[in-house]
Nanobody, 116 residues
Framework: QVQLVESGGGLVQYGGSLRLSCAAS????????MGWYRQAPGKQRELVAVISSGSSTNVADSVKGRFTISTDNAKNTVYLQMNSLKPEDTAVYYC??????????WGQGTQVTVSS
């Protein structure tokens, strides 16, 4: 059974930094895409950043230059380094993983709150 374990959320002041981690386990398939989405209260879930197994990335315009996505393929782990955080970055952040053999999985979500 696939498990995604997220960590690293919390409360930070405007301009601060946080690093999110998501470790995937439980599948015999290799991972094709890993990424992060977020959902703020009253809003739809939106893409933050994704990275493919070939290291291609897609990063939302709203976080470009501030957030960096990376992976440790040996650990099946994806990271999101978030710098220069703003109150509008406040949301629940969800890890997302796609496998080559099929299957899309979501983490349980981790709260990020940026105070002004």
């Amino acid at each position: 059974q696939v498990q995604l374990v997220e960590s690293g959320g919390g409360l930070v002041q405007y301009g601060g930094s946080l690093r999110l981690s998501c470790a995937a386990s439980g599948s015999i398939s290799s991972i094709s895409v890993m990424g992060w989405y977020r959902q703020a209260p009253g809003k739809q879930r939106e893409l933050v950043a994704v990275i493919s197994s070939g290291s291609s990335t897609n990063v939302a315009d709203s976080v470009k230059g501030r957030f960096t996505i990376s992976t440790d393929n040996a650990k099946n782990t994806v990271y999101l380094q978030m710098n220069s955080l703003k109150p509008e970055d406040t949301a629940v952040y969800y890890c997302n993983v796609h496998y080559f053999l099929g299957g899309i999985y979501w983490g349980q979500g981790t709260q990020v709150t940026v105070s002004s």
